[in-house]
């Protein structure tokens, strides 16, 4: 199946997570910047709350694309210390590319967020979403940090992930809800006709529709 695009994903990954609908305890929470038109679709369909969980890949050193770790909102690093072994990564560069991420996060937390606090997660139900999982990292640290805030109950959900890397989240999260799991998997942008970037504007759009009582970001 080739989704149309992020929303056409959204749309048929919230047919995936009926049985959440019109309950209170309910929150989408969207990994940006890719997850969050996933997730608005969601969060229509379910009549939830949406926000964002901000996090940030940690590429190696000049092979950016391949993470050895992942930081989050609220602190959590994730390290693959194996691959950072197997490269010879020493640790100044390893914490030379965590500050470069940490201001990146600090960044987007500001424009996406401004000074609101998080919502309270302690015994809430919440469903995290991105556009597709490939290494799933950036998904593990997200995690991580979401378990130290208690959610009653946490799910994963994307359109499309690698089967193995599927099959890992569906034992350390309460549900993992994916649409497809093809094989050969080729990466999230193969399943998707458009998988144009998301821009910055469009995730402060998508949250101020999302939440159209709450007061506008600043520009």
């Known amino acids: 199946m080739i989704f149309q695009n992020r929303t056409d994903a959204g749309r048929r990954?919230?047919?995936r997570l009926l049985t959440y609908a019109n309950r209170p305890d309910v929150l989408v929470l969207a990994l940006p910047r890719g997850g969050v038109p996933v997730a608005f679709e969601i969060a229509r369909e379910l009549k939830a709350p949406l926000d964002v969980f901000v996090v940030r890949k940690l590429?190696?050193?000049g092979q950016e694309e391949l993470a050895m770790g992942a930081i989050a909102s609220g602190g959590s690093c994730v390290l693959n210390q194996h691959l950072i072994r197997a490269i010879g990564i020493t640790q100044d560069e390893v914490n030379t590319v965590i500050a470069q991420e940490k201001r990146e996060?600090?960044?987007r937390q500001r424009l996406y967020r401004a000074d609101r606090p998080y919502p309270d997660l302690h015994?809430?139900?919440v469903i995290?979403?991105?556009d597709g999982l490939a290494t799933g990292a950036t998904m593990y640290a997200?995690?991580?940090a979401l378990r130290k805030l208690e959610p009653a109950r946490l799910i994963v959900a994307v359109p499309v992930a690698a089967k193995e890397v599927c099959d890992r989240f569906g034992h350390i999260v309460d549900e993992m809800v994916c649409v497809q799991t093809p094989d050969p998997f080729d990466g999230v942008s193969r399943w998707?006709?458009?998988f144009s970037q998301t821009t910055d504007d469009e995730v402060r759009e998508l949250l101020m529709r999302a939440n159209p009582g709450a007061a506008a970001l600043p520009g």
């Open 13 to 15: 990954l919230a047919q």
């Open 59 to 61: 590429g190696v050193p």
């Open 105 to 107: 996060l600090q960044r």
């Open 123 to 125: 015994n809430r139900t």
């Open 128 to 130: 995290l979403v991105d």
């Open 142 to 144: 997200a995690v991580t």
């Open 192 to 194: 998707y006709a458009d």
